[in-house]
């Protein structure tokens, strides 16, 4: 399973999120581009525990969901609803700056993986330092290929 603990594959990242075109097309969802971004950062900063965001813990969320989701290569499906804080033009950061805000994720990518203590998923319930690295970079691969890189 790939994770951001890979330095190459956290160095991949950065490099896809670099050629990110600011008027891509998502293939699927209503954010754009520079949301995606905006919203890529926030989900970090909650699993940081820089930004918080209201439970919403299920059994079936915590167990069987968290489970496929983290050790199992299916994809992501597509359409699933983000939480209102991390969404931009909601509770999220909203877009500024478009070369600035894709530095921003990749210095907070960076940083991720520096990490040693994290909050607890909103969805999932408490996860180790691994699940929290495979998720980062399931969550950022998943968004990138929503928009082609």
Known sequence: MLTLSDPDVLEHCCERINRLNVNARPHWGRMTAH???????????????????????????????????????????????????????????????????????????????????FAIHPMWGEMSQREWLIWGYRHVDHHLRQFGV
Do not use: N, Y
């Open 35 to 117: 949301q995606m971004v905006c919203h890529l950062s926030d989900a970090l900063r909650v699993a940081a525990g820089l930004k918080t965001a209201a439970p919403k813990i299920r059994t079936f969320s915590r167990i069987v969901i968290k489970w496929c989701a983290l050790h199992t290569p299916l994809p992501w499906p597509h359409g699933v609803r983000t939480l209102p804080e991390v969404e931009p033009g909601r509770g999220g950061t909203s877009p500024l700056s478009w070369d600035q805000d894709r530095a921003e994720l990749c210095r907070l990518l960076r940083g991720f993986v520096e990490l040693r203590s």
